[in-house]
């Protein structure tokens, strides 16, 4: 899959692995490298094996989520490959990370 981040503070969490364990602590950092690992290495969001993969479908957008820890989860704008924003997991290909729920990120 093809990640890209909504902002460049997002990125500098996700890709410096200080700046994750400081804004994080050491466990989420861990598990927040282990899961952008995952979504590197998936071809669509329904091959990602852990995290509780879960995708929201409105009229104009859908917006995946993968658990870190409990409390915290990776939101994601999710992207297909076509322009109408995908309806199954499956059809996930590319994501924009948004925000990192249950964090002061």
Do not use: W, Y
């Not at 952008?36 to 094996?49: G, R, T, V």
């Not at 995290?51 to 820890?69: A, H, I, K, Y």
């Not at 995908?86 to 925000?99: H, Y």
Request: charged share 30%; hydrophobic share 40%; proline share 5%.
């Amino acid at each position: 899959m093809e990640v890209a981040f909504a902002s460049k503070k997002l990125r500098q969490l996700c890709e410096v692995a200080a700046s994750a364990e400081l804004a994080l602590g050491a466990e989420r950092a861990r598990e927040l490298r282990a899961r952008l690992s995952d979504l590197e290495a998936a071809h669509a969001a329904d091959d990602i094996p852990v995290g509780s993969p879960n995708l929201t479908v409105e009229e104009n957008r859908s917006t995946f989520t993968l658990q870190l820890v409990p409390g915290t989860a990776l939101v994601f704008n999710a992207l297909g490959t076509g322009s109408r924003p995908p309806q199954k997991l499956r059809d996930v290909k590319r994501v924009i990370l948004e925000r990192i729920e249950g964090s002061n990120e």
